[in-house]
Structures are given as structure tokens and as C-alpha cells.
């Protein structure tokens, strides 16, 4: 018995390291659809709404950072489009990303920007709810360990 504890130890170890370094798999498909439709609509429109201030997040893995690489014309030009196979196919596993946090954590974020270090990112959410607080998209979103960094960016909201 204790030769096969040895044993299954060192796997259970192994497969618990292969499992921790695997992009996030979105267990809710309607979160995934939810993602990729908002993130190919020009926000706010009639039907949603975004923050007034962004949230500026950079994940711990630099593939995802790549994943979401996007100036704000591509972006727009993407929207303007407003056909997912017109998306690089990289930008598909940001998504999924992006779609991850919002099944976990309940904050659904529109893509303003990507540089290979961090996104910008405006809360969006249908019209008829209420916005959520940027301070607890930050503290829900700031405390996932995908995210190595995170900062709230009110410097664009109005008066």
C-alpha cells in the first residue's frame, strides 16, 4: 500500500502542474458568447452601457497579454466588422480568458486597448442594471491569480 501511495503521489503532483500551467477553460459557454458579443459592439449603444472609469489589468502569463494585443483602431475596426472570424485566431484564447473572469467573478470587461504588458478595460453591463462599482471590479478582479497586476484608471470619468 505505501509503494502505491508513493506512486500515485508524484502523479497526482505532475498532473496538478500540467492542470495550474493550462490556459482557463470557460466552463459556461453563454459567458464565452457574452464576451465575444460585447466585445465586438461599439459601447455604450442602446442596449448596454460601460464605466465611466477604466480598469487597467495585465495578466501573469504573457501569452494571454499577447492574446489580447489590439490598438484601439484595430479594435474599432473589428467592431465596425462585427464578425468573429474576421479575429485573429490568438485573440480568441484572450477572449476565453476574458470569459473566465467574467463566469468567476461576475465583471464583464470591454476591451479599450492591449500593449504586450497590460489591457485597458471599461465595465460594461446591459442598460437596464445597475453599474457595478469600479473599486469592486478591481478588488474581485485584483485578487484572481491569472492577474499579476491591476489598477483603477478614473482619470477619464466626467464631471
Request: charged share 20%; with cysteine; glycine share 6%.
Amino acid at each position: 500500500m505505501a509503494k502505491l501511495n508513493g506512486l500515485f503521489l508524484p502523479l497526482f503532483a505532475a498532473l496538478g502542474l500540467l492542470v495550474g500551467c493550462s490556459p482557463a477553460t470557460v466552463s459556461d459557454d453563454s459567458a464565452l458568447q457574452r464576451v465575444q458579443q460585447v466585445n465586438l459592439m461599439h459601447l455604450p449603444n442602446a442596449d448596454w452601457k460601460v464605466s465611466e472609469g477604466t480598469l487597467q489589468l495585465s495578466f501573469c502569463r504573457n501569452k494571454i497579454n499577447d492574446a489580447l494585443l489590439a490598438t484601439e483602431e484595430d479594435l474599432n475596426r473589428w467592431r465596425l466588422v462585427q464578425e468573429p472570424s474576421a479575429l485573429p485566431q490568438r485573440r480568441q484564447r484572450g477572449l476565453a480568458e476574458l470569459a473566465a473572469l467574467y463566469s468567476e467573478h461576475g465583471v464583464l470587461l470591454w476591451q479599450e486597448w492591449g500593449t504586450v504588458s497590460s489591457q485597458s478595460y471599461r465595465v460594461a453591463t446591459a442598460r437596464e442594471k445597475p453599474m457595478p462599482s469600479l473599486l469592486d471590479a478591481l478588488a474581485r478582479l485584483g485578487r484572481d491569480k491569472r492577474i499579476c497586476f491591476s489598477a483603477l484608471d478614473s482619470s477619464s470619468e466626467e464631471n
